[in-house]
């Protein structure tokens, strides 16, 4: 059973995307919020201390939905299939808020500050798509990888917004482009990040050779002062 706590931040969840659906996020009042709610606005500063942190709490609430969620059958799947899948089930996990998230697109749009502000939460969430995919992120590399995610994501989003067909046949079409788009652009920087290491290790290896031939070379005139120091010693 859901604590009094985890019951009221539910509900303030829900009523901030019940507002988003029908107002522009940087028009919703966080005392609408707590009214719709049912809750004061004491008891919603205990749990959130502002919209983004609410806003924040729904992302991880599709994300734990989608997590719970797993095809064991799709682990044999090449990774973009099993990435096609897992994002295709937060698209499932997102349609009772397709107004909310209507809302939220348009704001972005407008407002390069709350645009900003939604990447860093969709960079964290396909941070862990990935990680339900089986693709890993570790590294430079890898934040590479989520960014372009994130990006795929919000043009994929941009398509099943207005998708009206039961089976979102568009947006099928527009995530398997995108995957198929940043598979190419990724496999392309592999190969140029190899190749960056590559020349930063043949630099390393460089530098400590140079490093030790000037250890080992004895500066010009260095025999005649061992000699002036030995006669300087009879």
Do not use: C
């Amino acid at each position: 059973m859901a604590t009094k706590a985890e019951t009221q931040r539910n509900r303030i969840v829900d009523a901030l995307m019940g507002r988003l659906a029908t107002q522009p996020f940087s028009e919703i009042e966080l005392a609408d919020v707590s009214s719709d709610a049912g809750v004061t606005l004491a008891d919603m500063r205990q749990h959130f201390d502002g919209r983004f942190a609410i806003l924040k709490a729904f992302v991880q609430r599709i994300d734990t939905t989608v997590l719970a969620s797993e095809d064991p059958e799709m682990g044999d799947e090449p990774a973009r299939e099993r990435l096609f899948d897992v994002l295709m089930r937060r698209l499932d996990a997102l349609a009772p808020y397709k107004e909310a998230i209507r809302s939220l697109i348009r704001s972005a749009r407008a407002e390069p500050g709350t645009a900003l502000a939604l990447n860093g939460l969709a960079v964290r969430s396909m941070g862990f798509m990935l990680a339900s995919a089986r693709i890993g992120t570790a590294g430079g590399f890898g934040r590479l990888k989520v960014q372009g995610v994130a990006i795929a994501w919000a043009r994929t989003l941009d398509t099943w917004i207005d998708d009206t067909d039961p089976g979102l046949a568009k947006t099928m079409m527009t995530l398997d482009k995108e995957l198929s788009r940043g598979e190419r652009y990724l496999d392309t920087a592999d190969r140029v990040w190899a190749g960056l290491r590559s020349l930063d290790d043949r630099l390393s290896a460089f530098r400590r050779r140079d490093r030790r031939e000037k250890g080992t070379t004895r500066p010009a005139g260095s025999d005649a002062g061992d000699v002036a120091t030995a006669g300087e010693g009879i």
